[in-house]
Each structure stands twice: as structure tokens, then as C-alpha cells.
T-cell receptor, first 112, second 114 residues
Framework: DAKTTQPTSMDCAEGRAANLPCNHS???????VYWYRQIHSQGPQYIIH???NNETNEMASLIITEDRKSSTLILPHATLRDTAVYYC?????????????FGTGTRLTIIP | DTAVSQTPKYLVTQMGNDKSIKCEQN?????MYWYKQDSKKFLKIMFS???????INETVPNRFSPKSPDKAHLNLHINSLELGDSAVYFC?????????????FGSGTRLTVV
């Protein structure tokens, strides 16, 4: 699976949009971009994933650049409960041995 | 209803003991996983089972033995516990080995070896 690079930490004001960047310059054509988050002491939580088109669900939006070498997770109206570590993961989805490989993630702090 | 449940939530034990952590999922998923999160908060996969069959074993010491009696359960037995085994262990499940729709994680078991 391709390597990802994320900022170590970010702050965002409550009520504003939180934009979390991720670089994955070595991504290959059959690799998806996944985002998970881990709120303190809890298990990781799936947020969203995409291949090349932008995606949106009830939690967030995922913007993937045209060359697919980077992406941005957007939390449109951040709340204090969005304070967590956010992981960007790139992985192949096919038949065979599957695993999510977590990096160090971005620690997002929502400021009241 | 909890989708992926682990027991116990906390486990404190002495070095050399043998202990088990249980995991059950009620999502109808056929693939289950064990992850370890160490003190530096780094999450690392240990095992993966698909329909009771081991498909991933990430060079974990053989003191760790997963057991899957059916596709809804994946238990982790640890023999001769060592101080370095102290960590939070997370169970997860996904639909299919591809897990395309994402993994669902349990709330973790904090193991402390003294």
C-alpha cells in the first residue's frame, strides 16, 4: 500500500470547516483513499473513502485531486466532538490479503 | 446494540500468566481482525480471519493464538504474558476480505502486564 503523509496536528475553531490534507504521491491506479478517526480511548471509526471522484456522506466530504496524489477531508461544521486523530490510508481493494495500515495521523483539536 | 464487542474492557495481570480476550460482532461480517495499539498510539494489525480461516498473520509471536469458532467470533489467547504486551487491543470486522465499505472496530481492551 502507498505511503501517506499528514500534518502531525491541526487546530480548528468550532463551527468552522476543518480541512485535513493528505499526500499520497505514490498512489497507484487501483488504490483507494480511506479516512478513519480515533477519538480518545475509542476504537477507530470509518469516515469515508474514495477512488478518484469526490465523495460526500453524512460525516464528511473527501476531495481527491485530479492526479490523485493528494486528498483533503472536510468536516463542514466542526464540533468539539470532532476532536480526534484522523488517519488517511491508501490501500488496494481486491481479493486476497487485506489489511488497513495506519500511520501516525493528524491530531485535530477543535477550539471552542 | 454494540456492533463489535470486546471483553474484558480492562485486564491487569502478572507476567507469565495466560489470558484471553473475546470479540464478537453482530454485523454479519465474515472477516475479523485484531489490532494492537502500543503506548506510542501506533495501530498495527496482528491477525485477520475470513470465515474462520486465518488470512493474515503479521509476524506476531506464537504466544499469541487467535481462535475463530465461527465467523461472528474471534478470540485472542496470549500465553506467558510479557511486559511488552501491555497495550490496547482492538478487534474489528468487515464485510468480505476486501473490506471495501470500511472496518468496524470494537472499543478496545486495555491490557496491563505488571
Amino acid at each position: 500500500d502507498a505511503k501517506t503523509t499528514q500534518p502531525t496536528s491541526m487546530d480548528c475553531a468550532e463551527g468552522r470547516a476543518a480541512n485535513l490534507p493528505c499526500n499520497h504521491s505514490t498512489i497507484s491506479g487501483n488504490e483507494y483513499v480511506y479516512w478513519y478517526r480515533q477519538i480518545h480511548s475509542q476504537g477507530p471509526q470509518y469516515i469515508i473513502h474514495g477512488l478518484k471522484n469526490n465523495e460526500t456522506n453524512e460525516m464528511a466530504s473527501l476531495i481527491i485531486t485530479e492526479d490523485r496524489k493528494s486528498s483533503t477531508l472536510i468536516l463542514p461544521h466542526a464540533t468539539l466532538r470532532d476532536t480526534a486523530v484522523y488517519y488517511c490510508i491508501v490501500r488496494v481493494v481486491n481479493f486476497g490479503n487485506e489489511k488497513l495500515t495506519f500511520g501516525t495521523g493528524t491530531r485535530l483539536t477543535i477550539i471552542p | 446494540d454494540t456492533a463489535v464487542s470486546q471483553t474484558p474492557k480492562y485486564l491487569v495481570t502478572q507476567m507469565g500468566n495466560d489470558k484471553s480476550i473475546k470479540c464478537e460482532q453482530n454485523l454479519g461480517h465474515d472477516t475479523m481482525y485484531w489490532y494492537k495499539q502500543d503506548s506510542k498510539k501506533f495501530l498495527k494489525i496482528m491477525f485477520s480471519y475470513n470465515n474462520k480461516e486465518l488470512i493474515i498473520n503479521e509476524t506476531v509471536p506464537n504466544r499469541f493464538s487467535p481462535k475463530s469458532p465461527d465467523k461472528a467470533h474471534l478470540n485472542l489467547h496470549i500465553n506467558s504474558l510479557e511486559l511488552g504486551d501491555s497495550a490496547v487491543y482492538f478487534c474489528a470486522s468487515s464485510q468480505g476480505a476486501r473490506g471495501a465499505r470500511g472496518y468496524t472496530f470494537g472499543s478496545g481492551t486495555r491490557l496491563t502486564v505488571v
